[in-house]
């Protein structure tokens, strides 16, 4: 791994357009889902990312055959070798978790390493073993993987504790198998589960009620492969919405869609930008000032908890005070004490952040904790007065596009240089 750091002189409007990619929480759960393919799967408008590469990575260990040309991926996953997701891949990103339910139903078994990741709280599989229990795997945890074993998986009525988008998305896999129906309750909403769910359709599984929070699956043995479309980065088109709000700037998104992201257009509204949503894009025009707002993150369609540190930025420099709650993980304001670093006014207690807004930030070194702090630092820098340097950046290859270039190409100061 390149260490790498980004390094921003501040205080350059952002004007111009900027080409959104595929959704990397999409295609995360979409190339796992490629393993329960009795026939190839294609994905197109895969963005190209380290979370991506590493998920290719285990589809190799187990066998897959796999083709990338340009954002499209084809798996070929008919003729797996191995039924274990090994530790030295898996801790690098938490979404590899995902393997367990398609291994499960298509083989009987599986062996997952525990998941890692960002270092945002804990994420607990709990919600997906309970599930695959109640389908009928025996789940046994040993040194540190998780291994289940089903002769046959019977359809059942599972309710989940907590909303877990991925989650939602390992139980559906392993109940496309499952004698009869499943009925899936306190499901996640998702767009990327919607996405999923279009996807087990076209491989032949009957699945209904993906966008509420009640799923229905009828269990097959005629399972094919699939071809779709990723849907749009939702969480990329609210970091760049973002970056126009805190420069002054205007901004044009493209290659997305506006009905992906209500919440964070309506929040983005009330601190005074204008947004003008069309088909297959987004305008963003910068207002005279910022003003404060509070949020509290929820599961959709409330807001996301992704774009939580980009606003708390944003409200750095608003003409007040708000108030951020933070539901979903109880360790995610970690860019915090980093912002704070560069002048911001900000005070956590408990779940909450209290923001009073400054006039200006100044630029200083910071380090990525994780990857939307990352790029809650990177929009920091943009308007602090004088150099930023964001390390571990790492972090923020894990799930943004080439986004030094991106903003590069809207007037952003910035590059990358070695730590």
């Known amino acids: 791994m390149a260490l790498d750091k980004i390094r921003i002189q501040g205080g350059n409007r952002l004007k111009g357009e900027v080409i959104i990619s595929g959704s990397k929480n999409a295609a995360l759960p979409l190339l796992a889902l490629t393993v329960l393919g009795n026939k190839p799967c294609t994905i197109h408008n895969v963005p190209h990312l380290e979370d991506i590469k590493n998920m290719v990575k285990i589809l190799d260990h187990l066998g897959a055959k796999v083709a990338q040309e340009k ?24 979404a590899s978790i995902v393997f367990m339910g398609p291994l499960l139903a298509k083989y009987g078994e599986a062996k997952v390493s525990l998941p890692g990741g960002c270092a945002i709280g804990v994420r607990p599989i709990d919600l997906h073993l309970k599930a695959f229990a109640a389908l009928g795997a025996d789940i046994h945890i040993e040194e540190g993987y998780v291994l289940a074993k089903a002769k046959k998986l019977k359809g059942c009525k599972f309710f989940f504790d907590k909303v877990t988008v991925t989650g939602t998305m390992n139980v559906m896999m392993a109940a496309s198998v499952a004698e009869g129906e499943t009925i899936l309750q306190n499901c996640a909403k998702e767009p990327e589960v919607i996405c999923f769910a279009d996807a087990m359709r076209k491989m032949g599984v009957e699945v ?23 849907i749009p980065d939702r969480i990329e088109t609210g970091t760049y919405m973002v970056a126009a709000a805190m420069t002054g700037g205007e901004i044009h998104l493209r290659n997305t869609d506006p009905h992906l992201l209500e919440s964070v257009i309506a929040k983005l509204r009330q601190t005074g930008s204008t947004v003008e949503e069309e088909k297959n894009g987004i305008w963003v025009k910068a207002g005279p000032k910022i003003l404060p707002c509070d949020i509290e993150t929820s599961p959709h369609p409330g807001f996301p908890t992704d774009m939580q540190a980009q606003f708390v930025s944003l409200l750095c420099l608003a003409d007040g005070k708000s108030n951020v709650t933070e539901t979903i993980f109880e360790n995610r304001f970690m860019h915090v004490p980093e912002l704070a670093r560069m002048g911001a006014d900000l005070k956590v207690s408990g779940h909450m952040v209290t923001i009073s807004g400054v006039k200006k930030l100044n630029g200083a070194p910071v380090m990525a904790t994780d990857l939307r702090a990352s790029a809650s630092l990177v929009l920091a820098g943009l308007t602090a007065s004088g ?28 590059e990358r240089v070695p730590e």
């Open 71 to 94: 954002n499209t991926i084809t798996v070929d996953a008919t003729k797996l070798t191995s039924f274990d997701a090994p530790y030295d891949i898996v801790r690098k990103m938490r």
């Open 208 to 230: 209904s009620g993906d966008g509420t929070d009640t799923i229905h699956i009828q269990g097959t043995k005629n399972i094919g492969g699939f071809e779709i479309n990723n």
């Open 387 to 414: 150099t930023t340097d964001v390390l571990r950046v790492y972090h923020l290859d894990r799930g943004y596009e080439r986004m030094d270039l991106k903003l590069k190409a809207l007037g952003a100061n910035i």
